[in-house]
């Protein structure tokens, strides 16, 4: 059973910082590349970063400088480090693991994240 869970959402102050994981299950891991999206209340889902293997990363250019994204095939966990939160980074964000040789994925369930004073 494919399974994408994601955790370490929460509620944070402007300028803070929050580490989302991603634990896999159920597929090859490392034979797919990894991304973020989040949805804000009243928008699209919209994408945010993505992890290839070997570990080459793009960034929106709304998150760029500020988040990180990163994997860890040995442990199938895929990361999101959120540095100098806004508030615009409001969001549900969505764990997705995209098939390198085709257009197979699987979706998280997503985890709220809150940026407010």
């Known amino acids: 059973q494919v399974k994408l869970v994601e955790s370490g959402g929460g509620l944070v102050q402007p300028g803070g910082s929050l580490k989302l994981s991603c634990v896999a299950s159920?597929?090859?891991?490392?034979?797919?590349?990894m991304r973020w999206y989040r949805q804000a209340p009243g928008q699209e889902r919209e994408w945010v970063a993505t992890v290839d293997n070997p570990g080459g990363t793009r960034y929106a250019d709304s998150v760029m400088g500020r988040f990180t994204i990163s994997r860890d095939n040995a442990k199938k966990t895929a990361y999101l480090q959120m540095n100098s939160l806004k508030p615009e980074d409001t969001a549900v964000y969505y764990c997705?693991?995209?098939?390198?040789?085709?257009?197979?994925?699987?979706w998280g369930q997503g985890i709220q994240v809150t940026v407010s004073s």
């Open positions: 159920g597929f090859t891991f490392s034979m797919y590349k």
């Open positions: 997705n693991a995209g098939w390198r040789a085709g257009p197979r994925e699987h």
